[in-house]
Nanobody, 127 residues
Framework: QGQLVESGGGSVQTGGSLRLSCVAS????????VGWFRQAPGKGREGLAL???????MYAHTGKGQFIISRDDAKNTVYLQMSNLTPEDTAMYYC?????????????????????WGQGTQVTVSS
């Protein structure tokens, strides 16, 4: 099935920005719906942004306008550009691929829909 590896997390101050990367080990990644999710301590995993084959995007209400998802098929990579970060954005961030769906839709927000997950990258925002 291949693997996903996230990177780009770190520690920033309030108002800062980060760009997360999710790199796939195989080209299959470019053909499917990919999402970015996060999980804060003591909370459930929540979806943030989705991107379909071809690049159309969907965003959750959480962080709308704050996050931008994009993909570079030549690099088998999906990015999450995050801006205006606050301590509430502190969490482990994950990317995932839905190998049953090329085009994301409303059902794509369900975590169970995603077949492959990366190991996560930690984002910590200090006040």
């Amino acid at each position: 099935q291949g693997q996903l590896v996230e990177s780009g997390g770190g520690s920033v101050q309030t108002g800062g920005s980060l760009r997360l990367s999710c790199v796939a080990s195989e080209e299959f990644f470019n053909e499917y719906c990919v999402g970015w999710f996060r999980q804060a301590p003591g909370k459930g995993r929540e979806g943030l942004a989705l991107i379909s084959k071809g690049g159309s995007t969907m965003y959750a209400h959480t962080g709308k306008g704050q996050f931008i998802i994009s993909r570079d098929d030549a690099k088998n990579t999906v990015y999450l550009q995050m801006s205006n970060l606050t301590p509430e954005d502190t969490a482990m961030y994950y990317c995932a691929a839905d190998l049953q769906r090329r085009y994301c839709n409303r059902g794509s927000w369900q975590i169970a829909e995603f077949d492959i997950w990366g190991q996560g990258t930690q984002v910590t925002v200090s006040s």
